[in-house]
């Protein structure tokens, strides 16, 4: 015979498991229901050209710059295939959350990038980026999208959604980006060479005066127009472009130079466009890598070098600047260089 209290306890335990079951099916149904499709973004504008920043994402190997899990987590380690960047382009890495892999499968140059990546379960999501260049710099949008499994939205539930623990981090990456573009802008460095000889040559030139501030200004006016004098007369160059400084006023806030483009042979011309002719001679040579900015400063390291290995510039000599990597072969000022030279006795 089951006494009083044991019969009570049984029927509390009934109803406990009836409770449960009922909750359970509850639990299920609302996981059921929850939305499984996902897309999480965030977005930055950042102070940079559109080509430096896509370059600079669309190569793996430079996430470990900037990625917010790899500041979280020291211990992660990656492992990269031949291919870095550019569609197929992969990667993986193993860390104290887990392990996973990455893989670019579209991609617009300069516009957008799209991966798939893989953590090891039963989803893939998409990752993406896209890059809106504007006059206030590129607008950098990046996102994630892709479906939950069953099992996933429980687990997502229980860890205040997806978006609670994704946008915080997106935000922090896209922070962490902007601070390594811009530092990667603003690299700069002057590399002395010493004496070389000077082949020199032919050139086609326009020659302006203005004040120092406006060199850069200026060069951008006369540079096309030296070259559209060219493709006009079907004329190809035979160098880099480079410039040539006659007169340098600093007191009067003055500078007097041209523009030049190197050419094969002496051309006729008429016009703003005239050809001239740089004699082969013993030159003190300073490559410069960086923004324009820090055009001074190279000089003064230059001519400092110049000292330093005992040369005297030659009195009335033109110095002059080749532009052997410029904006037209990449937007990130941090890769341009330029080559000074400046003329010195034998």
């Known amino acids: 015979m089951i006494s009083n209290s044991k019969f009570s306890l049984l029927k509390y335990l009934k109803y406990f498991i009836f409770l449960l079951l009922a909750a359970i099916i509850v639990l299920a149904i609302y996981g059921a229901l929850l939305e499984s499709k996902y897309d999480i973004n965030r977005s930055r504008v950042i102070k940079a050209p559109a080509e430096v920043i896509f370059e600079n994402v669309n190569e793996f190997k430079n996430w470990e710059n900037w990625s917010p899990w790899f500041e979280e987590d020291s211990t992660i380690v990656t492992t990269y295939p031949d291919t ?6 992969s990667y993986s890495w193993k860390g104290k959350s887990g392990s996973g892999f990455m893989k670019t499968v579209s991609l617009i140059p300069n516009k957008e990038i ?32 892709g479906e939950n499994s069953y099992t996933e939205k429980f687990y997502w539930l229980f860890k205040g959604g997806i978006e609670k623990n994704t946008m915080p981090i997106y935000d922090r990456g896209l922070e962490l980006l902007e601070q390594h573009i ?65 007169k340098w006023d600093e007191e009067n806030n003055t500078a007097m130079f041209s523009v030049c483009i190197p050419v094969k042979e002496r051309v006729i011309t008429t016009g703003d466009v005239l050809t001239g002719y740089l004699k082969p001679q ?24 110049l000292n330093a290995q005992g040369y005297s510039e030659i009195e ?4 002059f600047e080749v532009y052997s990597v410029g904006p037209k072969e990449t937007a990130n000022p941090g890769k341009w260089v330029t080559e000074i030279y400046i003329p010195v006795a034998p």
């Open 316 to 319: 009335g000599a033109e110095p």
């Open 114 to 145: 799209i991966h798939q990546i893989n953590f090891g379960n039963s989803s893939s999501p998409e990752v993406y980026w896209k890059f809106n260049e504007g006059d206030l710099g590129t607008d950098v949008i990046w996102g994630m999208r």
């Open 84 to 89: 870095t960047s550019g569609v197929g382009a």
């Open 182 to 246: 811009l530092k990667e802008m603003e690299k700069h460095s002057f590399e002395p060479i010493g004496a070389v000889d000077y082949g020199g040559g032919y050139y086609l030139y326009q020659t302006t005066s203005c004040k120092i501030e406006d060199i850069e200004k200026k060069m951008s006016e006369m540079f096309p127009v030296v070259k559209k004098f060219m493709a006009d007369n079907s004329i190809e160059p035979s160098g880099k472009p480079f410039s040539l400084n006659h």
């Open 282 to 305: 013993k030159v003190f040579k300073t490559i410069f890598k960086g923004d324009y900015k820090f055009s001074n400063d190279a000089w003064e390291a230059a001519y400092n070098a």
